[in-house]
């Protein structure tokens, strides 16, 4: 048992060990494992040679969403259209087969239900408060933001929880996370994790588990607590989360896998203790002012390379430390970028509206506010709005956004990893520069040679309107 007065990571882990080994590391029980065809092929592969089994299957949800295309995936005929790069095919392919051959639950490339693993996962009722899940992917912590301890772990865990759903694991240390203050108009989650990240650095939270507490994540609808969690990782973090409350359990109940009639209000009950106790010490704590947070873009290849969309890109000799000044130099000549030049007059040709940060309903409703009755501007040779799934897709065409995308001048895609890296055709031409509200701004990351600043999807929509980086906020003021 930890301290008397636990923080919620403190409880999760509590209420997960199955055993406490000498050297420190305890055996955890895994309630939920999400599975995608990039990290899962191996693993799978070694069961078999093993002669094992998946441990729980009921406990595992696989679904592609990495190397897919975002292209119609049948034809007019509703025969599947092949995928033309071997390797995503093969990775593809394992999974279709490893899912029912191992007895996982699957949604197919052509399921509505599929989608990027971290917005099917919370949108199922699948990822539940106090649960630990895990993926063999970065982004887990995203499930955070319902108030459980997710987090990414690589393809040989994959295999280990398959087999046993558990994992031999060190505690981190307690990380808070506190925003004081309110954020203002037109400043969205994605702004304040960008803004959290420059702040705290890509290595701030190195050996931690981050809980972001204070009035604005209790305010904020579960798809903001999502894109806040998301990107732990990019602040250096083992995991993200949010206590559960009213909004959490609205917003699960009736999912898909989340407990029903009796059920359901048991798991309330306890959920309902998911919270940090007051008293409770974390290791390193951070105090963020909401009233400084601006709509946030990056100028640099790392996530922390930010700056308010009023400013202007950094001299690398304003950074005390040699060997940032030192990558600084090196962002800039990779962005083609100037010290001293306006980040609101910097030319961009591609926007993407998508990945597990920012693809939810709220994320794409945000965006068609933005660009509903305007048009893109010439600049912008192409811009995707891809869903994060398909009942995401579904509930946007009821509400007709795709329309205004369509009539804006973007594409309108099916469900994916898109163009948040360049594992499938969705790519930013070398030397092109992007307005992408994913949440990795790395060198080649949206394909070789391509040129990325993050924004949140209003912002990346403004970018649309305007040809260039652009205050949403100044778009706003003017008629449509
Ligand atoms: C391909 C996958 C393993 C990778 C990850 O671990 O995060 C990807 O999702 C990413 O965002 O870079
Ligand atoms: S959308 Fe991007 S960040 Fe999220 S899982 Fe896919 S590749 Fe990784």
Same mark, same amino acid.
């Given at each position: %048992? ?18 406490? !080994? ?25 069961? !078999? ?28 005929? #509703? ?57 063999? $992917? ?14 990414? *772990? ?13 994992? &031999? ?36 939270? =190195? ?6 507490? #204070? ?15 998301? %990107? ?6 083992? #995991?993200? %989360? ?30 309902? =203790? &998911? ?7 974390? $290791?390193?704590?951070?105090? *963020? ?25 950094? @001299? ?18 990779? %962005?083609? &970028? ?21 693809? !939810? ?45 369509? @009539?804006?001048? &973007?594409?309108? !895609? ?67």
């Amino acid at each position: %048992m930890s301290a008397k007065h636990r923080t919620l990571y403190d409880k999760i882990w509590d209420a997960h060990v199955v055993e406490q !080994r000498d050297d420190g590391t305890c055996l955890i029980f895994i309630d939920r494992h999400l599975v995608h065809e990039v990290t899962s092929p191996q693993a799978f592969e070694a069961l !078999r040679l093993s002669g094992r089994k998946v441990r729980r299957p009921e406990l595992t949800l696989a679904v592609p969403d990495h190397n897919l295309p975002t292209t119609a995936r049948v034809d007019a005929d #509703g025969n599947r259209i092949p995928i033309a790069d071997q390797e995503s095919a093969a990775q593809l392919a394992a999974l279709e087969a490893n899912a029912p051959a191992f007895g996982v639950r699957y949604f197919g490339a052509t399921a509505k239900e599929q989608g990027i693993v971290h917005v099917v996962g919370p949108e199922q009722g699948f990822s539940l408060p106090g649960t630990t899940i895990v993926c063999g $992917d970065s982004h887990t912590a995203c499930h955070g933001g319902l108030g459980a301890w997710a987090f990414g *772990i690589g393809t040989s865990e994959v295999e280990h929880v398959l087999a046993t759903q558990t994992l &031999l694991l060190r505690k981190s240390r307690t990380m808070e996370i506190r925003v004081e203050g309110e954020l203002g108009p037109g400043i969205t989650s994605k702004d304040l994790i960008l803004h959290i990240i420059g702040v705290i650095g890509t290595a701030g939270g =190195t050996g931690h588990v981050i809980e972001y507490r #204070g009035k604005v994540f209790e305010d904020m609808s579960i798809e903001s607590r999502l894109t806040v969690c998301n %990107m732990s990782i990019e602040g250096g973090a083992r #995991g993200g %989360m949010i206590a559960p409350d009213e909004t959490t359990f609205a917003y699960l109940k009736g999912r898909n896998f989340a407990p029903k009639g009796e059920e359901w209000d048991k798991a309330v009950a306890y959920w309902k =203790t &998911l919270h940090s106790d007051e008293g409770a010490v974390f $290791d390193k704590s951070v105090v *963020i002012d909401a009233t400084e947070v601006e709509p946030t873009v990056t100028w640099g290849t790392s996530p922390e390379d930010v700056v308010p969309i009023g400013g202007v890109v950094p @001299d690398p000799l304003s950074f005390a430390d040699p060997s940032k000044q030192k990558a600084a130099r090196a962002s800039l000549d990779y %962005m083609g &970028l100037e010290p001293g030049q306006r980040m609101d007059e910097i030319e961009v040709q591609n926007i993407f509206i998508g990945s597990c940060t920012n693809s !939810r309903i709220e994320d794409l409703r945000a965006a068609a506010e933005v660009l509903r009755g305007r048009h893109i501007h010439p600049n912008i040779k192409w811009g995707i709005v891809v869903p994060g799934s398909g009942l995401v897709k579904i509930q946007a065409e009821a509400e007709g956004l795709d329309k205004v995308f369509i @009539d804006a001048g &973007l594409e309108w !895609r099916e469900p994916g990893c898109s163009a948040c890296l360049g594992m499938n055709p969705d790519k930013v031409p070398m030397g092109e520069r992007s307005a992408s509200t994913s949440n990795r701004n790395f060198v080649g990351r949206q394909g070789p040679g391509a040129r990325t600043h993050l924004v949140s999807p209003s912002m990346a929509a403004a970018a649309a309107v305007a040809g260039r980086l652009a205050d949403v906020r100044e778009l706003s003021k003017q008629p449509a």
